[in-house]
């Protein structure tokens, strides 16, 4: 990951790292991400909406081997400036696989990408799909107590 | 050899499937296979196989597709990435010997 030029990190937003969240449903976790990105002038008002349908035709979660994550994320056109927002719920959020709607998992850390450069941030993917690969990686960013230690980890 | 035309689909044609667009390059760069790579949302699929060789998708199929589909989760999430590769190769050469 080191040789990747790009880092998670740098995509983070501060007021777009919210740990220690009580979500009940993906829905919240949308209103709550889109009521910021919003306030900061990331998105437009068709974040909301089309990232909630986007959700149901296709979802975003992802079984790993010890876990359920997702990476919830919309539209180019709805990104005004990019930014890779993380949740650290409470408790899991159930969202539908990406393989197979009719599953579900549970996601306690969910990473709602906005992105509006379809082909510019493979970097950055590639750096944020071999952190989801590295479990005990993954059980630290659940496990966070602050912003700093999430920048850290997403720095590496 | 005949060159490929594959379709790489995800949902919104903008994240995941930038993702295994290089995973697929990369395998097929490391095999010898001679490909173009299409970057499509999954939506466009239906409408573009009859120009394309095979769909690598990381969503859910839609419908029935007339070229042959895989699901490359394991690209994303590591789980079965070997097995997948397998899979795509033995397509591939599936197609090939058409």
Same mark, same amino acid.
Do not use: W
């Given at each position: ?15 777009? %790292? ?22 900061? $002038? !990331? ?14 035709? !296709? ?5 790993? &081997?010890?876990? $359920? %994550? ?11 400036? &990019? ?9 899991? %959020?159930? !969202? ?14 969910? !990473?709602?990408? $906005? ?42 | #050899? ?14 995941? @499937? /930038?993702?295994? #667009? ?24 239906? @409408? ?5 060789? #095979?769909?690598? @998708? ?14 490359? #989760?394991?690209?994303? /999430? ?21």
């Amino acid at each position: 990951m080191s040789d990747n030029l790009v880092e998670v990190s740098d995509y983070l937003r501060e007021p777009l %790292i919210l740990l220690n969240t009580a979500f009940k449903t993906s829905k919240e976790l949308f209103t709550a991400i889109n009521a910021t990105a919003l306030e900061n $002038g !990331f998105v437009t008002d068709q974040f909301l909406p089309k990232i909630i349908k986007r959700e149901a035709t !296709f979802p975003t979660g992802l079984q790993l &081997e010890h876990r $359920g %994550i997702a990476i919830p994320h919309t539209d180019a056109d709805t990104i005004k400036q &990019e930014f890779v927002a993380v949740v650290v719920n409470d408790e899991p %959020i159930v !969202f539908s696989r990406m393989d197979d709607p009719e599953q579900t998992v549970g996601a306690k850390l969910v !990473f709602v990408l $906005g992105l509006n450069q379809p082909h510019a941030q493979l970097d950055m993917l590639q750096a944020l799909m071999s952190i989801i690969q590295d479990d005990t990686l993954v059980n630290s960013l659940e496990h966070a107590d602050n912003t700093d230690q999430i920048h850290e980890l997403l720095s590496k | #050899m005949k060159k490929l035309n594959v379709l790489v689909a995800c949902g919104a044609g903008i994240a995941t @499937s /930038t993702v295994v #667009m290089k995973k697929v390059e990369d395998l097929f760069a490391e095999n010898n296979i001679d490909a173009n790579l299409i970057q499509i949302k999954i939506a466009e699929a239906a @409408s573009k196989q009859d120009d394309a060789d #095979m769909l690598i @998708s990381t969503t859910v199929l839609p419908t029935e597709y007339r070229i042959p589909a895989i699901k490359a #989760m394991g690209f994303l /999430t590591g789980i079965g990435a070997d097995k997948l590769k397998d899979e795509i190769l033995t397509k591939v050469h599936e197609i090939q010997a058409q």
